[in-house]
C-alpha cells in the first residue's frame, strides 16, 4: 500500500515538473518571439533618423544650345591629277612629296626640244609662204596695170589675183601649226592649276611619260578651306532647312571618339534627295584649315548647332528620373533638409543638362546621385554635386549609377 502510494505520488510530481517545463519553454519562446518582432523596430527607429547621403545641384538659368550629332569624313574641296598631256623624257621636278604650293607653280618639266623644233619648222614654213605671197602681190599689180592697157589678157591677171588667195590661205594654215606647236610646247612645263599639297611622287625623273598614262605624275589636294560632308536622320531635315532660311548654321567638328575638338564652321549644302535606304540625309560644311586641322579621308563626328534656348531652366540629366506617372525629381527642401518628390516636365534630356519647362524654380536644391535610398520626407546630408562622397557613402554613388536616369 504504500509502494502504490509513492509511485503515485513520484508519477504526479514528475506530471508536474514536466507542465512546468513545457509553460517555461513557451514563456521563454514568447519572449524570444517579442524580441526577435520588436527588436528591428527598435533599432531602426535611430536608423531612420539618420540622414541619407547624397549629393545635389542647384536649378539654374542658362544658354543651351542644341545640337545635331552625325558621322561624316573630310573632303578637299578639289583634288587633281597632274598628267602630261605629251610624249617626252621627264626631265625635273619642281617639287616636294608634301609641299605646299600655290596655283600657277611649276612641277615638273618634260623634254621640251622635240617640240621647240617643231615650232621652229612651223615658223619657218610660214616664212617661206610670206615671202612667196610678197612676190606674188607684186606680179598682180603688174598684171592689172597691164590688162587696164590691154598689153596682157584679163584672164592671166586673174589667175594671178588667185594665187595669191592661195598663199594667203596657206600663211593662215602655217599660223594655226604656230599656234599649235606653241601649245605643245607649253604643255612641256606643267604647272599647277590649283593651290594645295603635293601627295606623292608618282613618276620619277629620267622615265618617258606619255599623255595616255592613266596614274599621272602625281596629285595635288586643295586642303584650305576644306569640307566635311555628313549625314543626319531626315526627321531633322526641316528644322534645319529653317534654320539655314534664318542665317548661318553653324558646324563643329570633333574626333571620331569625340575626344578632341578640331574645327569650326558653317554649313553650306544639303543634298538634293534624302536616302530612302537609310533614312538619312547628306550635308556639306566648309571650315578654314591653314593649320591642317582638317585631313581629307579623316572620319570625323560633325554637330550642327539647331537653335539655342535662351535662359532655360536647367538640372544636371542624372537628376531626372522616370516613374509611372512620368519624370520627377527628388527636391531638398531647406532648413530641414527633407526631400520632396517633384514632378517634372522636361523640353529635352542632354547626355549632361536637361531643359526644365515645367515643376522646379531657379535655386532650388535637386538630388543628383543617391536617389535609390531617399523616400519622400526623408532627411538627407546633401553635398554639392562637385564633392565626392566619403568612402562610407561610396554605396550610395553606385546605388545612384545604376539607377541613373531613363532616357
Partial sequence: MDHSSRSARALTAARSLTVAGILAGVVFAGSLWIQSAGGPAKAAAPSQQQPVPVTVAPVTRQDVPLWLQGIGTV????????????????????????????????????????????????????????????????????????????????????????????????????????????????????RSPIGGRAGFELVDPGNIVHATDANGILVVTQTDPITVVFTLPEDRLHDIVDAMAQGTVAVSINSRDNQRHLKDGVLKVIDNQVDPATGTIRMKALFPNADNALWPGEFVTAEVLLHTDHGALTVPSAAVQRGASGLYVYVVAAPDERVELRTVKAARLGPQTAVVTDGLKEGERVVVSGQLKVQPGARVDARPADQPLLVGQQDARQDAGQGGPAR
Wanted: hydrophobic share 40%; glycine share 4%; net charge negative.
Fill in 75 to 190: 573632303q578637299a574641296v578639289s583634288t587633281v591629277t597632274i598628267r602630261s598631256r605629251v610624249d617626252g623624257e621627264l626631265q625635273n621636278a619642281f617639287f616636294t612629296e608634301g609641299q605646299t604650293i600655290k596655283a600657277g607653280d611649276p612641277l615638273v618639266q618634260i623634254d621640251p626640244r622635240p617640240f621647240q623644233a617643231a615650232l621652229d619648222q612651223a615658223s619657218a614654213k610660214k616664212a617661206q609662204d610670206e615671202a612667196q605671197l610678197a612676190n606674188a602681190q607684186r606680179d598682180l599689180t603688174r598684171y592689172e596695170a597691164l590688162a587696164q592697157r590691154d598689153f596682157s589678157s584679163r584672164q592671166q591677171a586673174d589667175t594671178q589675183k588667185a594665187e595669191v588667195a592661195q598663199l594667203q590661205a596657206q600663211i593662215k594654215g602655217d599660223q594655226a601649226l604656230i599656234d599649235n606647236a606653241q601649245v605643245q610646247l607649253g604643255y612641256t612645263l606643267i
